[in-house]
């Protein structure tokens, strides 16, 4: 199943007594990107979080935000605070209130909800373990790994529309092909005979050159190509593991037998299917973007 690179998950839970929240945005990346963003105290499994999310996400920007919803009781014993810090706080808050003219009360709690006024003690206090934290993740990784499979089966669903489009294309080309060999030789011909203004024909000489003619333009190595690639668009659409790449270089090579189709298409109906083609293939390509 392809899955798009774009989805969010999170995820809480119990934690060393307190509560742990774990949040995974993701967005499109060449490559398996990581931006974790963890308390102090958690910094340390880093490593264990990286080698984790590796084995949900094959490629992607992946933000992770870890944070406490609910502080370890044993590890918030000890509250500083910054007295100075509160002051300033307090000091800006009756400002704040002059200059809007607002009533009420400048309490202690209002004070002390303020960012950085009261801190919690905790160097060297808390230790928790990776087994204690992997179980949020996993949680938070599935959810989010359930939103990139809804979007990517869209993006495949709009793929396999494209694909198909394509051989639409594709097998009106190849029906068209012999009948434009044929109108090539009688032209071929035709020319032919007025430049030797009622001379006898060299039969052999013009059969090589219709030959050699047909050759030239002969397209039936690239539209066998062309559905050989075809056909595995539609495998990897099918397949379960990460097909983004795989399908931006299958793209590549389809774009490759259209534009050699169009080289040597020397008709208008097919010169026509080529662009039409084209811009199916443009399209194709940036469904591909969001594909992992």
């Known amino acids: ?40 105290d958690l910094s340390a499994l880093e490593p264990e979080l990286r080698d984790r999310l590796r084995k949900e996400f094959d490629r992607g920007h992946i933000a992770v935000q870890v944070r406490w919803s609910e502080y370890p009781a044993r590890a918030a014993s000890g509250v500083g605070v910054d007295l100075e810090r509160a002051r300033l706080v ?8 002059s200059a809007l003219g607002l009533g009420g ?28 934290v ?16 809804r979007e990517g089966e869209a993006i495949a669903s709009e793929l396999r529309h494209r694909a198909a489009a ?16 044929v109108r090539e030789r009688d032209r071929l011909r035709a020319a032919v005979g007025q430049l030797l203004d009622g001379r006898q024909v060299d039969e052999s000489r013009l059969a090589q050159e219709i030959a050699f003619q047909a050759d030239r333009l002969d ?14 668009v539609r495998e990897a659409l099918e397949s379960e ?11 590549q090579e389809l774009g490759r037998e259209v534009n050699t189709i169009g080289s040597k298409a020397n008709d208008a109906d097919i010169a026509q299917h080529v662009i039409a083609m084209k811009g199916e293939l443009e399209k194709f390509r940036e469904q591909l973007e969001n594909l992992e």
């Open 1 to 40: 199943m392809p899955y798009s690179m774009t989805g969010f998950g999170a995820a809480e839970g119990p934690v060393a007594g307190g509560r742990l929240r774990v949040e995974i945005r993701t967005v499109n990346h060449r490559h398996f990107n990581l931006s974790p963003k963890l308390p102090a």
């Open 90 to 97: 307090a000091g800006r808050l009756r400002e704040l209130q």
């Open 166 to 181: 394509l051989d639409e294309f594709v097998e009106r080309i190849a029906a068209r092909a012999p009948e434009r060999l």
């Open 105 to 132: 009360e400048i309490t202690v709690e209002m004070v002390a909800r303020q960012p950085e006024v009261l801190t919690a003690n905790t160097e060297g206090d808390l230790e928790v373990a990776w087994a204690e």
């Open 219 to 232: 397209i039936t190595e690239e539209l066998m190509r062309f559905r050989t690639h075809i056909a595995a």
């Open 134 to 149: 992997e179980p949020v993740v996993g949680q938070a990784a599935a959810e989010c790994r359930a939103m990139r499979a």
């Open 241 to 251: 593991r990460p097909a983004g790449k795989q399908l931006g270089f299958l793209a």
